[in-house]
């Protein structure tokens, strides 16, 4: 899946519209029973002096098209750190069930 054209697409306009971007992980993705994607799902780990990182989602859904519906979601690289290894934590699952596509 991580390489489909609409998820690669995606990944560069997001690293090419986000300095502070450290890693990109695919987390979930729709196939609808043609088996074509329909949506997915990013996790962005970001740098820690991004002080508002819900602000950095605003921007990036603003100026970031794409043909299929997604959803990001965004962690500072402390943060990230900290949750990684707490079994039962969204960050635990990104850690070991995501798949990395960018970093």
Not at 67 to 82: C, K, N, Q
């Amino acid at each position: 899946m991580k390489n489909n054209p609409h998820i690669q697409k995606l990944v560069k306009s997001i690293a090419d519209h986000c300095d502070e971007l450290i890693r990109i992980y695919l987390i979930s993705n729709k196939i609808n029973t043609d088996g074509e994607l329909t949506s997915f799902k990013l996790a962005l780990i970001v740098d820690d002096q991004v002080k508002n990182s819900s602000e950095l989602e605003c921007r990036l859904y603003l100026n970031i098209d794409c043909e299929l519906p997604f959803d990001i979601v965004i962690y500072r690289e402390e943060e990230f750190d900290s949750l990684k290894n707490e079994i039962g934590t969204f960050a635990w699952k990104i850690n070991n069930s995501g798949t990395v596509l960018y970093g």
